[in-house]
């Protein structure tokens, strides 16, 4: 943690500069309103739910049951401490006229030593003992009424800003004790005795079970000087010499490693089955099997709560988003069933006649087994006279568990030519290979090493199991200013070059011979890829298109009447005069602006038109950038984005660097499974509806979810709202469509079903939430809405909304406590860090150091991630290596992200599933540095290494052996980097310590559990 004490800035509606590490996050908002309509107005926090009954009349710092408190903070009277402002904050005095001041750290520490998380829901009264603990007085009782809440709560993404808010709150100069609390009716922790500095006058006094300590009096608590850091707030006293400062206890607050492997430790290894409503999933990070018995896996459907409120008012009260994130095509693995696939032959799928809703276990069955009632919309229906079959004494099917639809969570239809374009079967679809071959590419040889690899790479197309070869065609074409496309038929002695030199008119010069099947064609088109880069090795011709390339691949797949994909490999601005041409329009001077959202937006016009083509046809883009400079990705991507494409970056490409890197996405790419021309629909239960979709796609109205393709990797964010009361008894289910062509060309329906709990009790939603989805979604929603607001006011609503749902909790369900405690549920109390880490990645940090095109980049990654991707990415795993047991096969356990758990005479990786950082200490041991790299010391390390050795050594093995073990955890290839302490390239690797200060702004985690806790508490008065 930084050496500067923490000062928090006032409420979000001052103009202040932000709070440490943002140089102008947190200020005042904008005046007018800027988010569109996000479901309903904002709402002061609402009364308490029925069944939660409260105190009339109760002070705070009296013995109390184990009822909810009211929260009001009573002022003490003048003879049992100074006078103190609210929250036992000491009052504001000039700053000479204070006795001594306390050095920042030291203001920490005297106030995080009382902090009670160790535990995680255990007691805990050992980790901070004190030989000589003080007894602190009790305040006198105060018989005021209960106030009522004065803020309104925060708007979440999407809703306009609020007016400025209640009164200013004095700095706060100290850290809070926190606790993770657990629901009602479970004994909350308790922090133990601890003496408190004799300079400190915070509210941190010792508490015991059932007691509430009051102030300890004591001087006026000084902050770091003014401009310790950026954003910090004006006016703190300088820093003057103290005690020897002690060192903050960083495992006194909530830590995700800890909390990642206590659900392994739980959870891992066992069989997750599905048979129950509502019950949470192991997480992301634990190894567990599953077994489908009538809801979807959770490697399908995650949800950011698995119990919904049953009310709009009580989901307006908590401000927790209701969400699922789906990935529709997600890999199996291969200790698991695969999905059945049902086929009805030419009746098709059993649907119901007034919602559309597929046959699944939530229908059911009456009169006999000859009618259903729809479990979506209460319908009743006709079974039809084919799939007639009696119900046994439960009034269960008795063919039921011979009908996966009937018993089973997710499965497959085949489906008929009803679902067909045109009402035909759909050809095989068609892998199109797009190269640019101007001189950046040819010099850097790009196009070669391209070349090489699909020699061997096309025999390696994904084909449907069981199949001899992949039904997949394949075409080529080379471009710079102008389009080549190749004849490779197989009748051919050597490939034929066609040459369309006329852009702005794009079309397919040739039919036949264009799109063929490999084995058949394996001669001529090995010919070509042998010749395409001796074709163009004098070439001059550094201008490109970019826009007619798209456009020809579509054309291509129009006359060949099937869905495919693209994969263009491309390396500058597109400036050649023709349709799409780009001009540079990155301007830094932008970041931090009203203006700033418009470097995300894409350029509107033939782009657009091309996206709306694209997934007309089905025709997926995928884009393998190498920039040496500004290349508008916000734009080039736009396609890809819509069209369930993938984007690669590969930033000043050198072969001998990053070319196993770039083969390593390729190949994957190239091999995942994937479905084409997709269409998804999510349907639930009455009393909600799905309101707003994020990811890869495309949607011409409010329900449809188009993709042109959807791979394994793909997933679709989806929010809920209520428009009407949920049932306890029901529940809430979601049914999720997706047709699609698989890649044989075969045209069907994957559907998943889930049925989640619903309850009136607050504390029920609480339990049942799950951090990783929760910070998918924010993720997600916040990078949408980037583009029509300004970046700061998306971070000030983020950090408003983190406070509002854990103030609620605070109020409706935690037990009760000091108003000095931070108390967060037990499933969210990693929540803040992941947060924290959000606010700080290059979209929204807002820094002009950043490029734009990284920022951009980074932005479109998350829209298309799953809960594991996003997961990892948000708070990366850090693994010793230097004391790794070599004769264990197990990953050693990941440490703290943090610069406090690196040692000089360490060796770490980090991971965030994009790269893998090997961090070696400058006083690294020789023998390690032997071992893994064969040379005798550090100093004999290149600093280019981008590659690790494969040498016979306990050591070297087992270091791959971890690197491999987390590659397959990874749904993308990862690139290594190595890094050494004290480096310029350790820069890229210490922005991914989540936990320590950006390095372009932002806070360290200890700083931003101050600022939530002191926004809650401003939310609560």
């Avoid at 204070?98 to 520490?109: R, S, Y």
Wanted: hydrophobic fraction near 35%; charged fraction near 15%; proline fraction near 9%.
């Amino acid at each position: 943690m930084s050496q500067q004490g923490y000062v928090a800035t006032p409420p979000y509606s001052q103009a202040q500069p932000g709070m440490g590490g943002y140089p102008t996050g947190f200020g005042a908002p904008p005046p007018q309103s800027h988010y569109g309509h996000y479901g309903a107005p904002a709402q002061p926090f609402a009364p308490q739910a029925a069944g939660m009954k409260f105190p009339k009349s109760r002070t705070y710092f009296r013995q109390v049951s184990s009822s909810f408190p009211t929260f009001r903070y009573p002022p003490l009277p003048a003879d049992s401490a100074p006078a103190m402002s609210p929250y036992g904050q000491p009052p504001q005095r000039p700053y000479h006229s204070m006795p001594q001041a306390t050095p920042p750290t030291q203001q920490i520490t005297n106030q995080m030593s009382a902090m009670n998380i160790g535990g995680y829901g255990r007691f805990s009264d050992t980790l901070f003992p004190s030989p000589n603990p003080i007894q602190s007085p009790q305040s006198p009782t105060s018989s005021a009424a209960p106030q009522p809440f004065q803020m309104s709560p925060p708007t979440p993404m999407g809703h306009a800003p609020l007016s400025p808010q209640g009164p200013q709150l004095p700095p706060l100069s100290a850290c809070p004790p926190m606790a993770a609390s657990p629901p009602v009716g479970v004994p909350p922790m308790v922090m133990p005795n601890c003496q408190p500095d004799s300079l400190s006058s915070s509210l941190s006094v010792a508490l015991a079970v059932g007691s509430y300590g009051g102030q300890v009096p004591g001087s006026q608590m000084a902050g770091p000087p003014a401009g310790a850091f950026p954003g910090a707030f004006p006016g703190g006293a300088a820093q003057m010499a103290g005690p020897p400062q002690k060192k903050l206890d960083p495992d006194s607050i909530p830590s995700t490693t800890q909390v990642i492997e206590d659900d392994q430790v739980k959870r891992g290894g066992q069989l997750y089955t599905t048979n129950l409503r509502g019950q949470v999933p192991p997480f992301v990070t634990t190894s567990f099997s599953v077994q489908d018995q009538g809801n979807a896996s959770p490697r399908f459907m995650r949800c950011t709560t698995y119990s919904f409120p049953c009310t709009s008012d009580l989901a307006k009260q908590c401000q927790v988003p209701l969400a699922t994130i789906i990935k529709p095509l997600a890999s199996v693995p291969k200790n698991e069933t695969p999905l059945y696939i049902v086929n009805h032959g030419e009746a098709g799928p059993i649907r119901c006649n007034r919602c559309k809703a597929y046959m699944c276990p939530f229908m059911l069955f009456i009169d006999g087994g000859r009618r259903y009632q729809c479990g979506f919309c209460n319908c009743v229906n006709e079974v039809p006279v084919q799939y007639f079959q009696h119900l046994d004494h439960m009034g269960r099917r008795l063919d039921m568990y011979e009908r996966p639809e009937l018993s089973l969570g997710s499965y497959e239809f085949t489906a008929t030519l009803d679902y067909c374009k045109n009402n035909k079967p759909p050809n095989p679809p068609a892998y199109i290979f797009v190269i640019d071959v101007s001189y950046n590419n040819i010099k850097s040889g790009l196009v070669k090493l391209i070349c090489d690899e699909l020699k061997t790479l096309l025999d390696q197309l994904p084909k449907e199991e069981g199949a001899e070869g992949s039904a997949i065609k394949v075409g080529f074409v080379t471009y710079n200013k102008i389009l080549h496309f190749y004849n490779v038929k197989s009748a051919l002695a050597q490939p034929q070059m066609m040459v369309v030199s006329d852009v702005a008119e794009m079309f397919v010069p040739l039919l036949d011979g264009f799109l063929v099947n490999f084995q058949e064609s394996r001669a001529v088109i090995n010919n070509l890829l042998e010749q395409i880069p001796d074709m163009f090795s004098d070439t001059n011709e550094s201008e490109t298109v970019f826009a007619p390339v798209i456009q020809a691949g579509v054309e291509a797949l129009k006359a060949a009447e099937c869905s495919g994909k693209l994969f263009i490999f491309h390396s500058s601005l597109p400036m050649a005069e023709a349709p799409g041409k780009l001009k540079n329009r990155d301007d830094r001077k932008l970041v931090n602006t009203e203006k700033e959202k418009t470097l995300f937006q894409a350029q509107r016009g033939i782009y657009e038109q091309l996206t709306k083509e694209c997934v007309n046809q089905g025709c997926c883009v995928d884009l393998f950038l190498f920039p040496n400079q500004y290349v508008d990705l916000a734009t080039m991507a736009d396609v890809p984005a819509h069209t369930g494409g993938s984007v690669y970056k590969y930033s000043n490409f050198q072969v001998q660097v990053d070319g196993q890197h770039f083969l390593s996405d390729l190949r994957q790419d190239v091999k995942k499974s994937i479905g084409f021309d997709a269409m998804m629909r999510v349907r639930t239960s009455t009393g909600f509806r799905a309101t707003d979709f994020y990811g890869a796609i495309y949607m011409n109205n409010t329900t449809d979810v188009e993709m042109a393709a959807v791979d394994c990797e793909k997933a679709v964010t989806v929010e809920f709202k209520h428009d009407d009361t949920l049932s306890e008894d029901v529940g809430a289910l979601i049914q999720c469509a997706l047709l699609y062509t698989s890649i044989s060309g075969q045209r069907r329906l994957r559907v998943h079903n889930l049925s989640l709990a619903c309850s009136s009790q607050l504390s029920d939603l609480y339990k049942s939430c799950e951090t990783d989805a929760l910070i998918n979604f924010f993720a997600k929603s916040a990078y949408h809405a980037m583009l029509a607001q300004p970046v700061k006011v998306v971070r000030e609503i983020l950090v408003k909304q983190t406070a509002h749902m854990l103030a609620c909790y605070r109020k409706n369900c935690a037990s009760p406590s000091a108003a000095s405690q931070l108390i967060l549920p037990d499933a969210m109390k990693v929540f803040p860090v992941y947060m924290n880490s959000l606010l700080k990645t290059p979209a929204l940090v807002g820094s002009a150091e950043l490029s734009t095109d990284d920022r951009a980049f980074h932005r479109l990654s998350v829209m298309a991630m799953g809960v594991e991707e996003s997961q990892v990415l948000f708070y990366p795993r850090l693994i010793p290596v230097h004391s790794m047991d070599v004769a264990s096969e197990a990953v050693p356990s990941a440490v703290r992200c943090s610069e406090e758990r690196l040692s000089d005479t360490g060796a770490f990786l980090l991971e965030n599933g994009q790269c893998i950082f090997l961090w070696l200490g400058q006083a690294c041991p020789p023998d390690i540095i032997q071992n893994f790299f064969n040379v005798p010391s550090l100093a004999h390390l290149g600093t280019d290494m981008s590659s690790l050795p494969e040498l016979d050594n306990g050591h070297s093995k087992k270091l791959h052996s971890i690197i491999c073990a987390i590659s397959q955890q990874r749904s993308s290839s990862t690139k290594m980097v190595i890094v050494k302490q004290k480096d310029r390239s350790e820069m890229l690797f210490r922005q991914h310590l989540v936990e320590d200060k950006g390095l372009y702004g932002g806070a360290s985690y200890m700083d931003f559990l101050c600022y939530v806790h002191r926004e809650i508490r401003q939310l609560l008065t």
